[in-house]
């Protein structure tokens, strides 16, 4: 298990080190680093004969994670955010798919 912390640490810290995301399109099984401002990680997805896996783990900085999962269908997308801190932004990233790609980014606050 220290090993897993230790290799998801340093996952987080490039994440960090990234920035934030532009919109991008993502390749199949490849990663896209994310970040949620208190959250960071990576996103990929897969190609399943229901659809396309998409998979977020993200961590905060005691390397707590969380993964998530979303079959997509063209034209559908999903959204991950994170609450701001007060006096901050809402952090947004919008995974989509149109036709046989994959998107992933910076989605704009809507409330």
Same mark, same amino acid.
Request: net charge positive; glycine share 8%; no cysteine.
């Given at each position: 298990? =220290?090993?897993?912390? +230790?290799?998801? %640490?340093? #996952?987080?810290?490039?994440?960090?080190? @990234?920035?934030?995301?532009? $919109?991008?399109?993502?390749?199949?099984?490849?990663?896209?680093?994310?970040?949620?401002?208190?959250?960071?990680?990576?996103?990929?997805?897969?190609?399943? =004969?229901?659809?396309? +896996?998409?998979? %977020?783990? #993200?961590?905060?900085?005691?390397?707590? @994670?969380?993964?998530?999962? $979303?079959?997509?269908?063209?034209?559908?997308?999903?959204?991950?955010?994170?609450?701001?801190?007060?006096?901050?932004?809402?952090?947004?990233?919008?995974?989509?798919?149109?036709?046989?790609?994959?998107?992933?980014?910076?989605?704009?606050?809507?409330?």
């Amino acid at each position: 298990m =220290k090993h897993f912390n +230790r290799a998801f %640490a340093a #996952l987080v810290a490039t994440v960090v080190l @990234a920035g934030t995301v532009q $919109a991008a399109d993502v390749p199949a099984y490849h990663g896209q680093m994310i970040d949620l401002g208190a959250v960071n990680g990576v996103a990929y997805y897969t190609v399943e =004969k229901g659809g396309y +896996r998409v998979v %977020a783990t #993200l961590a905060d900085a005691n390397s707590s @994670a969380v993964r998530f999962e $979303a079959v997509l269908a063209p034209g559908q997308a999903v959204v991950l955010s994170s609450p701001a801190a007060r006096g901050g932004m809402t952090a947004r990233i919008e995974i989509s798919r149109h036709d046989d790609r994959v998107r992933i980014q910076n989605a704009p606050v809507t409330n």
